[in-house]
């Protein structure tokens, strides 16, 4: 039988699409080009995580002896946790999260929060699905959180798994006549979940009392952010006074406030699966908390286009909205950086993502 360096399986796994069939010991790895390599290994990791003789004892406890692993797949696309699709011989499937802080590109903004400001974490994550479930607001159901740190340095989860696609997707490919209804379960739902209220700011347990006021927690960031970017783009840097003066003006033109909504905190159509039902369910639910609404929707109007629409609301306030418009530019132009600094895959898309918003936040010296 033949051995693989972890090095050499590496370089293999590059040029798979990342499926691992478990089969009498030997692994299948299916290529890009379409061919099949098999591989007989003593020991096997998955992209550094759970060891597969792991997984497999780790569904045997959660699921039964009838849960035997078949394939594991890296579900691509997260910037901050690791998520593999599981599927066990009897037709099972579930989703393993991995919170492997070393592997987020945004480890270095991590180690600098307040607890109060994380959006990162197991503990966040099971607090917030428990309310939500609570709530009626449908998101994955966990099945098994492991915190104990005893074999690996970081948590992991056994989670559901929806079967559809994300929104994202249905809306590129769905009809008007299913667009519409997509849209407008999406919409149910957020009405649902921004009903919410309380009368302090913050996440479930752990209110924010750093500032009087949620938007101050975002004045500041975008001081942050507007910082990071100016070390590396030039007309960024040249305007930065005259862009510190836009975020104070705006900020001054708000209203104290006492009544906050749950948000989701990052909701764009990739943060939501619909399954084949076609119910929404709200993933990467670990920023939620309570806040002004306004933080949500100008950010959903950037993410939905056209079809926010569906789920705009009359109630919001018009200054609020201009000024996480201003804020989640700079923020999305800072973020699109660092994934361009710090070896994000899709290197187009963190190029594309920055130059998009520094063109925003750049427009607002003229207005």
């Given at each position: 039988?033949?051995?693989?360096?972890?090095?050499?399986?590496?370089?293999?796994?590059?040029?798979?699409?990342?499926?691992?069939?478990?089969?009498?010991?030997?692994?299948?790895?299916?290529?890009?080009?379409?061919?099949?390599?098999?591989?007989?290994?003593?020991?096997?990791?998955?992209?550094?995580?759970l060891?597969?003789?792991?997984?497999?004892?780790?569904?045997?406890?959660v699921?039964?002896?009838?849960?035997?692993?078949?394939?594991?797949?890296?579900?691509?696309?997260?910037?901050?946790?690791?998520?593999?699709?599981?599927?066990?011989?009897?037709?099972?499937?579930?989703?393993?999260?991995?919170?492997?802080?070393?592997?987020?590109?945004?480890?270095?903004?991590?180690?600098?929060?307040?607890?109060?400001?994380?959006?990162?974490?197991?503990?966040?994550?099971?607090?917030?699905?428990?309310?939500?479930?609570?709530?009626?607001?449908?998101?994955?159901?966990?099945?098994?959180?492991?915190?104990?740190?005893?074999?690996?340095?970081?948590?992991?989860?056994?989670?559901?798994?929806?079967?559809?696609?994300?929104?994202?997707?249905?809306?590129?490919?769905?009809?008007?006549?299913?667009?519409?209804?997509?849209?407008?379960?999406?919409?149910?739902l957020?009405?649902?979940?921004?009903?919410?209220?309380?009368?302090?700011?913050?996440?479930?347990?752990a209110?924010?009392?750093?500032?009087?006021?949620?938007?101050?927690?975002?004045?500041?960031?975008?001081?942050?952010?507007?910082a990071?970017?100016?070390?590396?783009?030039?007309?960024?840097?040249?305007?930065?006074?005259?862009?510190?003066?836009?975020?104070?003006?705006?900020?001054?033109?708000?209203?104290?406030?006492?009544?906050?909504?749950?948000?989701?905190?990052?909701?764009?159509?990739?943060?939501?699966?619909?399954?084949?039902?076609?119910?929404?369910?709200?993933?990467?639910?670990?920023?939620?908390m309570?806040?002004?609404l306004?933080?949500?929707?100008?950010?959903?109007?950037?993410?939905?286009?056209?079809?926010?629409?569906?789920?705009?609301?009359?109630?919001?306030?018009?200054?609020?909205?201009?000024?996480?418009?201003?804020?989640?530019?700079?923020?999305?132009?800072?973020?699109?950086?660092?994934?361009?600094?710090?070896?994000?895959?899709?290197?187009?898309?963190?190029?594309?993502?920055?130059?998009?918003?520094?063109?925003?936040?750049?427009?607002?010296?003229?207005?």
């Amino acid at each position: 039988m033949m051995i693989f360096s972890k090095t050499l399986f590496n370089i293999i796994s590059e040029l798979a699409e990342t499926v691992y069939t478990l089969h009498q010991n030997l692994y299948t790895v299916r290529l890009l080009a379409g061919k099949y390599l098999s591989i007989g290994v003593l020991y096997m990791v998955i992209n550094d995580h759970l060891k597969l003789s792991d997984l497999e004892e780790y569904l045997r406890r959660v699921f039964g002896s009838d849960y035997k692993l078949s394939t594991v797949s890296n579900m691509h696309g997260g910037a901050q946790k690791v998520v593999y699709k599981v599927k066990c011989t009897n037709g099972f499937s579930c989703v393993l999260y991995v919170w492997d802080a070393s592997r987020s590109y945004f480890q270095e903004d991590m180690a600098n929060q307040l607890n109060e400001e994380r959006s990162y974490g197991s503990d966040l994550f099971q607090a917030n699905n428990t309310y939500l479930t609570q709530q009626g607001i449908q998101t994955p159901a966990i099945y098994d959180l492991n915190t104990d740190r005893d074999q690996y340095p970081f948590d992991y989860a056994l989670v559901e798994y929806v079967s559809g696609p994300n929104l994202e997707v249905l809306l590129r490919e769905s009809d008007p006549k299913m667009h519409n209804l997509l849209l407008e379960r999406v919409g149910e739902l957020l009405a649902n979940m921004h009903g919410i209220r309380r009368e302090v700011y913050g996440k479930l347990n752990a209110p924010l009392f750093r500032f009087p006021e949620c938007h101050l927690l975002q004045v500041k960031n975008a001081e942050i952010q507007l910082a990071y970017a100016a070390q590396f783009i030039e007309e960024i840097r040249n305007y930065k006074s005259m862009l510190l003066d836009t975020l104070y003006r705006l900020e001054a033109n708000l209203r104290p406030r006492t009544d906050y909504g749950w948000i989701h905190g990052e909701l764009g159509p990739d943060h939501i699966l619909i399954n084949e039902k076609l119910e929404p369910y709200l993933i990467d639910i670990e920023g939620a908390m309570f806040f002004d609404l306004e933080h949500e929707h100008s950010f959903l109007e950037m993410r939905f286009g056209e079809d926010y629409r569906y789920l705009k609301r009359e109630d919001l306030d018009a200054a609020r909205m201009h000024f996480y418009r201003f804020h989640h530019h700079i923020s999305l132009l800072s973020g699109g950086l660092k994934l361009l600094h710090r070896g994000f895959p899709d290197q187009q898309f963190a190029k594309g993502l920055a130059d998009y918003h520094c063109d925003c936040v750049l427009r607002y010296i003229v207005q």
